[in-house]
DNA sequence: CGCCTTATTGATCTACCTCAAAGTCTGTGG
DNA sequence: CCACAGACTTTGAGGTAGATCAATAAGGCG
């Protein structure tokens, strides 16, 4: 898949040329010619390592990069004056990290990774100077944001919802398009956030998180084995997903 | 303010003129320079009017328009499989409608106006066009979608704290602060939706609302005359707003 | 004025939170 | 390779905030 080098080794060139990467096509190098990507390439650091608990970056700070997931998977959660954390969203290969802040200039949350993985890195200011001499760039930014914009509306309403095995099985379900969206087919899913995480971004108690498994499972609609979950009637987990509330 | 003339009389020109738009600096016209603004207004159907309960577009539904609000006020509603609604967002004057749908081309939810009122109409796909000849419109572009996804977390946040008079002080804090971006600048606030609208989008009955209003009342945050609400100590509602989780 | 929709208030019930304890996984060092 | 410590996860028991049901009150409109 990735190569990724022992650091002792000259990094290869191939690594990071966009051109080769296998997320190119729905990055932002898909809005560029390939005969202009070396402007694109001038600006991204790209392959980053990150260990698993590392910061992107801190809410609150100012805001100059744009992270693409490569590999690994992430987090961005919120803290409340009153120092309460929410979990804000998971971010998994393909997906970009930081576009609420691209206005503000501040980071509206702090981004951790949840298992070693890698990232790429743009800055913002940079970008923008691209994205006015190539306008296919501004489609791909709309395109983006609205999808992401579209994506936030889904997490909302099931945040709203009342049955809290329903919460987690529509989690499950937006996880597992979102997995297959980047090519990853499959109705096995490895969970890399801690049950705490996934409680705090739905809403509810940790012990909650526990029995709605149990109950996905009793109902046949999953099996599991710890972060390791597999979706064994998808048609069943999505009715469980939309359960009459209080039922 | 705005002068709404009777149908049956010749449009003022003037009304359908970004140029004299009072909104036109936190609108898309903002993008463009005056010289060229003559092929923005080309694109836009300015100033029509909706009456309490009309529909600008419908969940799934072919996505065609963009929309800004000027004056009244809107809400968007998704319907789920199980024909459960929810209240996604209340949008205010000098706010874009309909951002989540630009990639798409199908709209993810329903707005509806919540009472008379005024809002221009854009077509995306003219839009995208004149987008690509204008580098300051995609700026903007970018600046709208980032600010709309940053409050669409503050909005998922929300909805996932506990205490339901918490999410109703963080609602009122959250509407107060947004009709004050667009200059009505106030601390009373005519709050356009009904109650169940407000249950439904912060994920409540409607029982609930009315109770949480109460003892916002009885604790000197607010005091309230029907839709009519007077914030009488915004840090105290912020406080409230932030309570530790179960009390 | 009377009808109908919307809002409030009261009483009961329940899903989920909290607290508590046992069980499982992960990594580290002997 | 195994033993142990620590974090993570699950399961159990009881309490509570908020849902639901029910009834009254207040607006809105013909």
Not at 113 to 128: F, M, P, R, S
């Amino acid at each position: 898949m990735y190569l990724i080098k022992d650091s002792r080794m000259a990094p290869k060139k191939m690594i990071s040329d966009c051109a080769e990467c296998v997320l190119s096509k729905d990055c932002i190098p898909s809005g560029i010619s390939t005969d202009n990507l070396h402007r694109f390439v001038g600006i991204v650091s790209t392959n980053i390592s990150y260990k698993a608990g590392d910061v992107l970056f801190e809410q609150n700070a100012k805001a100059q990069h744009l992270f693409v997931v490569k590999t690994g998977s992430f987090k961005t959660q919120t803290t409340t004056p009153h120092g309460i954390e929410h979990v804000n969203n998971f971010f998994l290969p393909g997906e970009l990290i930081g576009l609420e802040s691209a206005s503000s200039g501040i980071s509206c949350n702090t981004a951790i990774a949840l298992e070693d993985g890698v990232a790429c890195k743009i800055n913002y200011q940079q970008l923008t100077k691209l994205r006015q001499e190539f306008p296919s760039l501004s489609d791909f930014a709309v395109k983006i944001y609205s999808a992401a914009l579209a994506l936030a509306n889904e997490i909302q309403n099931n945040a709203t919802i009342q049955c809290a095995s329903s919460r987690l099985a529509t989690f499950l379900v937006l996880y597992n398009r979102r997995l297959n969206a980047h090519g990853m087919q499959s109705l096995g899913l490895h969970l890399p956030m801690c049950r705490e995480d996934i409680a705090s971004h739905l809403g509810l108690a940790v012990e909650t998180i526990s029995r709605s498994f149990s109950k996905l499972i009793t109902t046949g609609c999953i099996k599991k084995d710890g972060r390791r979950v597999q979706i064994l009637n998808l048609e069943k987990l999505h009715d469980e997903a939309n359960l009459p509330p209080r039922k």
